[in-house]
């Protein structure tokens, strides 16, 4: 089974004391935080153990804040309920960026591993 564009999302993750890296993720569901089991785990201290979430619902991706105490941030403005990512979007969680990569064509998921010793 091949994946099309639409299917996965490229975010580009980066981190203070790490380069920002690409990655493509095409899972219904994408989980961020501190916890290993995460899908993307960031070590950070001020990000809860399961933060946020991305999902996809009839081909389009949203963001939500898992509850966490410190909040997650789309375009400088704190989550309160999901909403949905465009090409070019910014969420903020800690000292974290998550941008939603803008391609020629169809955006394609990428998240930044901060712990890949890459």
């Not at 509850?67 to 400088?76: A, D, I, R």
Request: proline letters at 8%.
């Amino acid at each position: 089974m091949t994946t099309s564009p639409k299917d996965t999302l490229d975010l580009r993750v980066t981190c203070p004391l790490f380069a920002p890296r690409v990655y493509s993720v095409a899972e219904e569901k994408i989980t961020i935080g501190r916890s290993s089991s995460c899908s993307i785990p960031i070590h950070d201290r001020f990000l809860s153990r399961q933060h946020a979430e991305i999902v996809r619902i009839d081909g389009e991706w949203f963001v939500t804040d898992s509850g966490s105490v410190n909040g997650t941030y789309l375009n400088g403005v704190r989550l309160k309920e999901r909403t949905p990512l465009r090409p070019g979007d910014r969420i903020t969680i800690g000292d974290n960026e998550i941008v939603v990569v803008t391609h020629e064509g169809p955006a394609v998921s990428a998240v930044l591993m901060p712990n890949d010793p890459r």
